[in-house]
């Protein structure tokens, strides 16, 4: 099962079998050991490999079909890691001239998104408004919390 596992997070993560082994510091010929001479490989490999594709040993040795079950938010980030490691690949053949006008466009663009994503609201308090600004995230939980809370208030007035 670990063999199959480790060939999927090599494939999603679109790297070759010996990117890995060589980010890893194994032998090349140790994904051959283990398909064709039946080989299993040391706890110590399996805890690399698991932390290299940021999953648990459970998923690898097929205990688990969840790659990551404490941790969503981690799973989804290999999926922009795709993205990332296309732009790291694209920017490497680039020259230093050319480096240094992609990245003040990077810089431009996010901070762009952070002015998108942060807007301000005033809150009433006792003593009068306070204004605070809150980023898309939190405009989220403050507009839950607010239905919710009119949720709670319908359903006592009944």
Same mark, same amino acid.
């Given at each position: 099962?670990?063999?199959?596992?480790?060939?999927?997070? *090599? $494939? +999603?993560? /679109?790297?070759? %079998?010996?990117?890995?082994l060589?980010? &890893? @510091? !194994? =032998?090349?010929?140790?994904?051959y050991?283990?398909?064709?001479?039946?080989?299993?490989?040391?706890?110590?490999?399996? *805890? $690399? +490999?698991? /932390?290299?594709? %940021?999953v648990?040993?459970d998923?690898l &040795? @097929? !205990? =688990?079909?969840?790659?990551n079950?404490s941790?969503?938010?981690?799973?989804e980030?290999?999926?922009?890691?795709?993205?990332?490691?296309?732009?790291?690949?694209?920017?490497?053949?680039?020259?230093d001239?050319?480096?240094?006008?992609v990245?003040?466009?990077?810089?431009?663009?996010?901070l762009?998104?952070?002015k998108?994503?942060?807007?301000?609201?005033?809150?009433?308090?006792?003593?009068?408004?306070?204004?605070?600004?809150l980023?898309k995230?939190?405009?989220?939980?403050?507009?839950?919390?607010?239905?919710?809370?009119?949720?709670?208030?319908?359903?006592?007035?009944?």
């Amino acid at each position: 099962m670990y063999l199959q596992r480790v060939s999927e997070l *090599i $494939k +999603i993560n /679109k790297i070759t %079998n010996n990117k890995m082994l060589d980010d &890893l @510091g !194994l =032998s090349h010929n140790m994904i051959y050991n283990w398909s064709k001479r039946n080989q299993t490989p040391n706890s110590d490999t399996i *805890i $690399k +490999i698991a /932390k290299y594709f %940021n999953v648990t040993t459970d998923y690898l &040795l @097929g !205990l =688990s079909d969840d790659p990551n079950p404490s941790n969503k938010e981690e799973t989804e980030k290999l999926v922009s890691n795709e993205a990332e490691e296309r732009l790291i690949e694209y920017f490497r053949t680039l020259s230093d001239l050319d480096k240094g006008e992609v990245l003040g466009e990077l810089k431009y663009k996010s901070l762009e998104n952070k002015k998108r994503d942060t807007k301000t609201y005033s809150i009433a308090a006792r003593d009068g408004q306070k204004t605070i600004e809150l980023n898309k995230e939190q405009r989220e939980k403050l507009a839950e919390s607010v239905d919710n809370a009119k949720t709670t208030r319908e359903r006592n007035l009944y």
